[in-house]
């Protein structure tokens, strides 16, 4: 079964670059024509889709977000990347990754990322 | 704010019978996009209860169900159970935005 698990700091400051990898295990992340996608939960709120990777390296983000994203791939660890440049306070979030094409069919533990002094 | 439109909170008493609607727009759910709902418990992964609208993976009870109609999509709990008690979401795909939208969440309260 295929598992997904997010890893990075907890805590970032205002300004500053958010980094977070999705290690994938239990499969190849380059079999299935899986969306490997980046998704956020700000306290209290709704779930919000920041933006996605395919294995070819092809991208698309949230509109909302796109001059600050940035997700990338590394078939050969098994991973793929958020890099969220310029954050805010009201950045903070629980992040998750997440696999699938029209659906979720894998969703990481999700971890949360405070940003603040 | 949510794409997708969710009553914040339902409540029901064991036995009961609760329903949990999910309303979109013509760019995502009313395009034909078919919708997604999951179970949240707090510090766990979302678990899907149905995916294609209606469909059940393996496991899930056939106490939860659902349907879609034009822009709209519901899910729907019979027999309620302690258990249920859990926050519930949709998502579907929107052309516009170009990726996965979501409801805003609803909290289940088993009475």
């Known amino acids: 079964q295929v598992q997904l698990q997010e890893s990075g700091p907890g805590l970032v400051k205002p300004s500053q670059t958010l980094s977070l990898t999705c290690t994938v295990s239990?499969?190849?992340?380059?079999?299935?024509?899986?969306?490997w996608t980046w998704i956020r939960q700000p306290a209290g709120k709704g779930l919000e889709w920041i933006g996605r990777?395919?294995?070819?390296?092809?991208?698309e983000y949230n509109p909302s977000l796109m001059s600050r994203v940035t997700i990338s791939v590394d078939t050969s660890k098994n991973q793929f990347s958020l890099n969220l440049n310029s954050v805010t306070a009201a950045d903070t979030a629980v992040y998750y990754c997440?696999?699938?094409?029209?659906?979720?069919?894998?969703w990481g533990q999700g971890t949360l990322v405070t940003v603040s002094t | 704010q949510s794409v997708l439109t969710q009553p914040p909170s339902v409540s029901g008493a064991p036995g009961q019978t609760v329903t949990i609607s999910c309303t979109g727009s013509s760019s995502n759910i009313g395009t034909g996009y078919d919708v997604h709902w999951y179970q949240h418990l707090p510090g766990a992964a979302p678990k899907m209860l149905l995916y294609?609208?209606?469909n059940r993976p393996s496991g899930v009870p056939d106490r939860f169900s659902g349907s879609k109609s034009g822009t709209s999509a519901s899910l729907a709990i019979t027999g309620l159970q302690a258990e249920d008690e859990a926050d519930y979401f949709c998502?579907?795909?929107?052309?516009?935005?170009?990726?996965?939208?979501f409801g805003g969440g609803t909290k289940l309260t088993v009475l």
């Open positions: 997440a696999g699938g094409r029209w659906r979720v069919d894998y």
């Open positions: 239990g499969g190849s992340i380059l079999s299935g024509s899986y969306y």
């Open positions: 990777i395919d294995t070819s390296g092809s991208t």
């Open positions: 998502q579907s795909y929107d052309a516009r935005l170009g990726g996965w939208v």
């Open positions: 294609g609208n209606t």
